[in-house]
């Protein structure tokens, strides 16, 4: 099967500019992640959807951050005004949904904002 | 707060060798353990996963070992190989649907 499919692999932008990452998650796989992972550190949990559904957004900086989830597969994440500080890789993973089955992660988007 | 961690963040292992790595986990409530490999560019790649009512749970080549009463997971890698070279993340599900991470362990494999 094909893996979750992530762009652009790498972004650089300047800080107060807006930027879009892209996610297509696996076929049939109800449960969709964003994740961000600062260089040297585990990935953190950003959003996670089910179906079109927004499940937790409780770790995204809404003030800065927004995500969705048109029609429950593709997902889209934009960072608006961007900071140094969101220099990091995004990382979107999705799941079937059932209980305790592993995440499949995508090979994420590395952005640099100067 | 609760967290996942590893007990060291660098290992250097012969080539041939069996590498251990630990982690340590705080939430008494997860219930669902997995280790992922993430190779420098990629993603995190999934290794094996154990649930909370085994100890021990064996894949090709690797081991997950699980002490639920300190509160402790390992990964052991046999006879490693210069392909194993890679960042080792240990997640855990504290009963939410949702992986937490945590700060993963660089393993080097000398030739």
């Known amino acids: 099967e094909a893996g979750v499919a992530q762009s652009p692999r790498y972004k650089i932008i300047e800080k107060r500019q807006s930027v879009a990452f892209w996610c297509n998650p696996i076929s049939g796989h109800a449960t969709l992640y964003w994740y961000q992972q600062i260089l040297g550190q585990g990935p953190k949990l950003l959003i996670q959807f089910q179906n079109n559904g927004v499940v937790d957004d409780s770790q995204l900086p809404k003030d800065r951050f927004s995500a969705e989830r048109l029609k429950g597969v593709d997902s889209t994440l934009k960072i608006q005004p961007a900071k140094l500080e969101d220099s990091a890789v995004y990382l979107c993973a999705s799941t079937p949904g059932s209980y305790n089955s592993p995440l499949h992660f995508g090979n994420g988007t590395r952005l640099t904002v100067t | 707060g609760e967290s996942v961690g590893l007990h060291l963040p660098t290992l250097s292992v012969q080539e041939g060798d069996n590498s251990i790595i630990n982690c340590a986990y705080s939430?008494?409530?997860?219930?669902?353990f997995i280790w992922y490999k993430q190779e420098s560019g990629k993603g995190p790649q999934f290794i094996i996963d154990i649930r909370s009512n085994m100890d021990k749970r064996q894949g090709q080549r690797v081991t997950v070992l699980l002490n639920k009463t300190v509160k402790h997971l390992s990964l052991q890698i046999a006879a490693t190989q210069p392909g194993d070279s890679a960042v080792y993340f240990c997640a855990e599900n504290g009963g939410d649907y949702k992986l937490s991470f945590g700060a993963g362990t660089t393993v080097t494999v000398r030739a």
């Open positions: 939430n008494s409530a997860s219930d669902y």
